[in-house]
């Protein structure tokens, strides 16, 4: 899921590309490594179509690569060798999910609701309310030592570049009460 969204991200605006090229590819690209999964389970040794399901991967990729511009790059750090590291992240757990036997993926299900019941009735409430009092209780120092209120933080915090005279920035002091 969380490479889907990397994918997605990186080629698709919203207002300015189009979803269905880079939804398309998803779709394909997962599909081929359901069909990988399948010929891999099979009792009879069929490796050629093995070899065809893996040139369709590279021939997917190569084609996404080369077709679907990427539209939102980061411009400090990104994942390296993308799409590749994702489409890889993709096929394994695809992979790996359609290895397991029916207990362990009963098991994987019930863990899977465990997790989803403590996200939405703890996760989603607890950053809310720290998102919501985030600025309550907060103190900042400005470099005369005086204390400001949340309200004048932006007035007392010295901005996040350095002075263009090449002498250090100045910092302020946070501290939480």
Same mark, same amino acid.
């Given at each position: 899921?969380?490479? @889907? &969204? ?10 300015? $590309? ?5 939804? /398309?590819?998803?779709? !394909? ?7 990988? #999964? ?7 040794? !069929? ?12 021939? /997917? ?10 539209? @939102?790059?980061? #411009? ?9 590291? &994702? !489409?890889?992240? +993709?096929?394994? @757990? +695809?992979? /790996? !999910?359609?290895? =397991? ?10 863990? #899977?609701? &465990? ?5 939405? =009735?703890?996760?989603?409430?607890? #950053? ?18 005086? /204390?400001?209120?949340? %309200?004048?933080?932006?007035? $007392? $915090?010295?901005?996040?570049? &350095?002075?263009? %005279? ?12």
């Amino acid at each position: 899921m969380v490479a @889907n &969204a990397l994918i997605y991200k990186r080629h698709v605006v919203l207002g300015i $590309t189009s979803v269905w090229p880079t939804l /398309l590819f998803l779709v !394909l690209f997962s599909a081929t490594a359901v069909g990988f #999964t399948v010929f891999w389970q099979l009792p009879y040794e !069929l490796w050629w179509v093995l070899l065809l399901w893996a040139g369709s991967f590279i021939f /997917l990729t190569v084609a996404f690569w080369l077709l679907i511009p990427t539209v @939102n790059r980061p #411009t400090n750090w990104s994942a390296p060798l993308m799409p590749w590291s &994702a !489409l890889a992240s +993709i096929f394994l @757990n +695809i992979f /790996l !999910l359609g290895s =397991l036997d029916k207990s362990s993926f009963q098991r994987f299900g019930l863990w #899977t609701l &465990a997790a989803l019941a403590f996200y939405i =009735l703890y996760g989603v409430h607890s #950053t809310h309310d720290a998102e919501s009092s985030s600025l309550e209780g907060l103190k900042i120092s400005d470099k005369a030592g005086v /204390l400001a209120s949340p %309200d004048t933080v932006k007035a $007392t $915090t010295p901005p996040l570049h &350095a002075p263009s %005279d090449g002498s250090p920035p100045e910092i302020c002091c946070v501290s939480v009460v």
